[in-house]
């Protein structure tokens, strides 16, 4: 599957993943200061950048893997201009979600990892 297709997969996943969870989904794709949101939600509580990753296969590793420092900071960065544009109070927070499916495509495992730091 195409880099973009499955990223869109991954990210239609995850929505309906969260809003199964009661979060709203406010946002897709959101782009603040040259970096990338690719879900922006709520849980009523706080404003959440949430970065989705989907792997296909364990070839190049589990989605997990594939979120490192450097990633992170520049969700933070991202998420700082978000709450101050939307001006938030409380504390945004960064969430991740993986989705790990098998080589065959017949089983999916979607994790929620809340408040990554």
Known sequence: MHTRASGELGERIAAAFLILKGYR??????????REVDLLATDGSAIIAVEVKLR?????????EAIDE???????VALSG????????????IDVVTIDIDESGDRMAVEHYVGVT
């Open 25 to 34: 989904i406010l946002d897709a794709n959101v782009r603040v200061a040259r």
């Open 56 to 64: 296909w296969g364990r070839r190049f590793g589990v989605a997990a």
């Open 70 to 76: 450097r990633k992170l900071a520049r969700l933070r």
């Open 82 to 93: 978000i709450a101050r544009e939307l001006g938030e109070r409380g504390s945004p927070r």
